[in-house]
């Protein structure tokens, strides 16, 4: 079976209040390094014929605006935290460019909770203008959008179930503290695994920076690249300096061709 070659952008590879934090006069949040500059966590997936993004929280719409993404087929939902659906109501753009409905593709749970907090785009009279979406129901099971095949992988974040992707060789896992045995193994043979790490300390529905590590080693992936990141991690720099050969922390607007 014949795999599309695809280019990964991340848009965002901060946690959900983004860094800087409003307010926070932290060196991390002061810093001068763009690499210290972070969204909330999305990437972007891409064949020759297929874009699409995943997860489209609070900065999705300047997301698409700093990645140039003028065509967008298909939105795949993670799960619901609002740092992860809050950008939808913006594919209203992409909806008239088109004339045509945006394909979201989420599980049940996180299906409930779009309906729930972008009623307006369900109504049975629509507002003229309301985003235009097509929902597409995923499990635990393998689905292609357009040309893309993606294998999800059930991952824990407290006792939240939240679907990771596999596309190919590369593997993206946010928002997790826990992995269970059976879908590790789906992990296994990646090229490329994203894992997320919220900071150095310990959190009770996150990884920490030592846990992801661990787990890179463990899945034995050749290249793994950290997101979600608190400003408590520390900086960019400074941090990566001290990771092990091929784990480093993501930054925003880091792209890979795979
Ligand atoms: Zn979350
Ligand atoms: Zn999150």
Redesign the pocket.
Known sequence: MSYPALKITFLGTG??SGVPLIGCSCEVCTSPDKKDKRL??SILVQSAATTLVV?S?PDFRYQMLRANVKHLDAIVF??P?K??IAGLDDVRAYNYFTQQPMNVYANEMTQEVIIREFPYAFADTKYPGVPDIKLNAITNEPFVVGDIPVEPILVW?LKMPVLGFRFGKFTYI??ANRIEESEKEKIKGSEVLVL?ALRKEKHIS?FNLQEAVNLALELQVPKTYII?LSHQMGKHEEVNAELPPGIELAYDGLTLAI
């Open positions: 946690t959900s909330r966590s997860d929280g993670t799960h935290h740092d992860h974040h946010t928002d997320n996150h979600h």
